[in-house]
């Protein structure tokens, strides 16, 4: 698939395209309009955050092929803004919310490892010609990459094009797939975040410490609320931007020093610049919750991290080219399938578990999005539950490398025994 120049190229228009749209979507989600607010009670905000670009990128009017966008907001507003909603998190509060947390992030887990295979076969199935491919290009090696992204992140996903050798033109399109149908799934997501109280009801699961977290740390930020001063958000941005600049150096030295020295750590992807600055930049707000500078979560510490997250949230959107399905539509057609069958695996487990749907949606996203969207779906639901998604997304760069090898093996018996 050849990329189109996109109609708008400067970043400076497409980041201000941005902002205006998060800008136009929290003035109209605030309205008291009656249409408005009839509207927003079907359609969450944060989706039109993520879907509005999606569609603009899907037009050919922007491209986040050809923005640098995404990756300033993934590298720094993303990390500045862990340090700004973990400053007044509950860490015992966290450690309260059990071991079913964990259980959901393995069935995620599961469900990508085996997900894939049974995609294949069921496709093979009724298209056996896409089974066709030699060498670099046979398919299982390209969906091998996409096992690497949906249970870990980049940094795995390249490890499998490394390990199983995907052939470039093969392996762009498997980017299309797992970008697009990856996306899609948060944007599900994101929509029922806002209602988890049906699914948890469907399922029976006890909420309690879930609300309890979100309720203390709200208490608390009602408690020392208070109008913020230009010395107060200067001392915010101050230590959000500050401890990712630390965070940056010390991964800058860290990540290629194992990468060099003890090569076989890259498993758990501590070779990852990527991964260390997400570590460090959390480690730094949980550190600081401990402390004086708590306080800053009066003056608006948060709802400036959050700020951050949504220009995040648009710059992820803008990845998404809608139009991108109807190049290989058996290759999207597989990556469905497989989306499904990890979906059905999480919600059988949460059903068996009763397990509140917050763990189904940040248990899955901590598998397929990382530390880039777990965080965003964790808050969709509630701000102070930001964290949460960031340490299950932590686990899923120690599974990554070993799950998705697990799959690709999988996915090339299932090759091999149809071929």
Not at 256 to 276: K, M, Q, R
Not at 300 to 313: E, F, I, K, N, T
Request: charged share 10%; glycine share 10%.
């Amino acid at each position: 698939m050849i990329e189109e120049t996109p109609f708008l190229t400067n970043d400076a228009v497409v980041f201000g395209i941005l902002v205006a749209i998060l800008a136009l979507v929290f003035s109209t989600s605030s309205s008291k309009n009656p249409f408005w607010m009839k509207f927003y009670r079907i359609v969450p905000s944060i989706l039109l955050c993520y879907f509005i670009p999606a569609i603009l990128n899907s037009v050919g009017l922007i491209s986040g092929e050809y923005s640098q966008l995404y990756f300033m907001a993934s590298r720094y507003l993303l990390p500045t803004s862990l340090v700004l909603l973990t400053l007044s998190i509950d860490f015992k509060g966290i450690l309260k919310l059990g071991p079913k947390a964990l259980i959901m992030f393995l069935a995620g887990t599961m469900g990508i490892v085996l997900g894939g295979p049974m995609a294949l076969f069921i496709i093979s199935v009724i298209h056996p010609e896409i089974l066709g491919g030699v060498g670099p290009d046979e398919i299982w090696r390209g969906l091998s990459t996409i096992a690497g992204s949906w249970i870990g992140g980049g940094a795995n996903q390249t490890a499998m094009l490394e390990v199983f050798g995907a052939g470039p033109t093969l392996f762009s399109q498997m980017i299309a797939v797992d970008v697009l149908v990856a996306n899609v799934w948060m944007a599900v997501l994101l929509y029922w975040a806002a209602k988890p109280e049906k699914i948890d009801k469907l399922f029976k699961a006890d909420s309690s410490a879930i609300k309890e977290l979100q309720e203390k740390v709200e208490k608390y930020r009602a408690g020392i609320l208070k109008i913020p001063t230009m010395a107060d958000t200067m001392k915010i941005l101050g230590l959000g931007f500050g401890i990712t600049a630390i965070a940056h150096l010390i991964a800058d030295y860290v990540a290629p020093y194992i990468g060099e020295h003890y090569p076989a750590l890259s498993d758990y992807s501590l070779d990852s610049t990527f991964f260390w600055i997400v570590v460090l930049a959390t480690t730094g707000g949980l550190v600081l919750s401990f402390t004086k500078a708590r306080a800053l979560e009066g003056a608006g510490a948060s709802r400036l991290g959050s700020v951050m997250l949504y220009v995040l949230v648009a710059t992820i959107g803008m990845q998404m080219d809608l139009m991108a399905i109807f190049d290989n539509p058996l290759f999207f057609l597989i990556g469905i399938i497989w989306m499904i069958f990890h979906v059905l695996i999480m919600l059988l487990v949460a059903f068996l578990i009763k397990a509140p749907f917050f763990f189904v949606a940040v248990g899955s996203q901590a598998n397929v999005g990382g530390a880039a969207s777990a965080p965003i779906v964790a808050s969709a639901f509630n701000p102070a539950l930001a964290p949460v998604g960031v340490l299950m997304a932590v686990l899923g760069y120690a599974v990554g490398t070993y799950g998705a090898l697990l799959c690709g093996y999988l996915l090339q018996a299932v090759h091999q025994g149809l071929v």
